[in-house]
């Protein structure tokens, strides 16, 4: 295992505290338990959205953390939830009088535990949303129900938006359940990670295989099929999320071109443009986009495709200024 | 080799489509010659400021073009100089009467294509100004002198927000000089790295070892090492970028940690606050700092660290707006 780490025990304290220096006017890093914490928080009577999840998905979530999208975000231990208590203090340090929403991706310890969390926190509104939007598998390794993967970032865009314009609980839960509705990714893997305290690759792949319905953790697929042209893998991972919805002609869309961390921009943009092709000859019109590695595997090669059906107020908030470290326009 | 791409002859075509359409606020992509050029160019009376090299850098130089920063960058086929007339027509098209300004990494064949281009334009004002802040190796399998590498980053930022406040063309160039001298890097390299049209990694290390002093293309530094820890790997790229310059105490930088594109986030953030720290301790004073893939060597893991004294013009050039694919605040 070749890494940048001091000590697999340490990682993400460890960057964490890079984090903290790297964006001191954005954040504000709290150790014991580990939240990162919007600077200026709380923010009186906002709606406070909080989020998190297993490191190694980074940008995602703390990344995420700022104006416009996340009031804080809890780091559980590479691939691991984080515990509840973690939670419930994001919920305290973030507070602003307006309740908080807790917006978790669909696997049996984060669900658990952030549920958990909403029940010790005491005097706050709390309410949790749940996204699952990977088409691949029904149940996974990790999951019941259908995986949490790149629509957690178009989610947490939006419904901060929305917090951030003053939007109450109420219209915050709504339009996060509108946003779980209407979006479904899939994703492929071409190479393997591996975790620092696991020290070996979580899976193995053959020279000319890859894993289509990759989980973020690594977690198997729907098969591993030989390696196609770029063409192949798009359709590979389209056809399924068009069906799924279904998304048709006459359909507005965020199109979310994601890298797995390892897979070099040049690659991801030829996929991009591949997709915005098929889903122009399908009559899907695709009005906004993001592409790039925001929800990774660590070094994990490979990419997933999500789309989110559009309507005026989602993009409305889509638009809206945003000020993270990993996403940021506007301001 | 496994890659999200149709084939290795059309790899750089097909992400500039994706880029394109991803992007088409901000670009207006010209296929032949390629050039990426920003979409409302040429901008009457100023200073064009036009880039470019082989592609596999990405975001670097493409995604690097917009408001504040490039007008115009040539994409040449991967880890290979783009051609005079790229060059050439970049500059027509970006051309708005106030001269070009174009900069260029140094490497053998960018200088003498970048060189030669110059001398075809006619009616323009067009100067050069070379990078050459790695500080690894004097010479090296491409280059006479030093290469340049990450402080490319840095100065298309600084020079392209003078440009875009009407800066003269003398302005440009006197500001772009200030910063090549001010300015030092080192990288290193834990994994090699494909190239689509060879098939196979361009150089080969073992499981414990990497490279230091890596050059972009692959290219072989000073020495290879046993893999350390991160705190050793840190200390082995800073303490020859401070040496050089030399960076002591009571200077203010830009420190940049750059991933050499494979090398996930969680690892790039430890490193920050590492190199943070050891700055601290030398009395550096770090003023701004950038953290990301920004100068890429393909799936290449690893990573490389800038510094770039600062001064109080070039801190206000620095946070001033900018609005291209891969960098973008204020606006």
Redesign the interface.
Known sequence: M??????PAT??V?????????HADLLDVQYDPAVVVRADAPVPRKVAIVSGGG??H??LHG?FVGRGMLDAACPGP?FTSPTPDQVASAVARTDGGGGALLIVKNYTGDVLNFETAAELVEGVDVRTVVIDDDVAVKDSLYTAGRRGVGGTVLLEKIVGAAAERGVDLDGCEALARRVVAGVRSMGLA??PCTVPHAGEPSFTLG??E?ELGIGIHGEPGRRRVP?G???E?VWALLDPVLEDLPFGEGDRVLLF?NSM??????????????A??LLAERGVV?ER?L?G?YI?S??M?G?SLTLLRLDDEMVELWDAPVHTPAL????
Chains 1, 2 share one sequence.
């Open positions: 070749k890494k940048i780490i001091n000590d990682v993400v460890d960057a964490l505290r890079g984090m903290a220096l790297a490191s190694g980074e940008p990344g590479v071409l190479t020279d000319d890859m390696v042209t770029a063409e893998m071109t961390g390892g897979t070099p921009l040049i690659e991801l943009y030829v996929a991009h443009g591949i915005e092709r695709v986009r592409v590695p990774t660590l070094e090669q990419m940021r326009w506007g301001i």
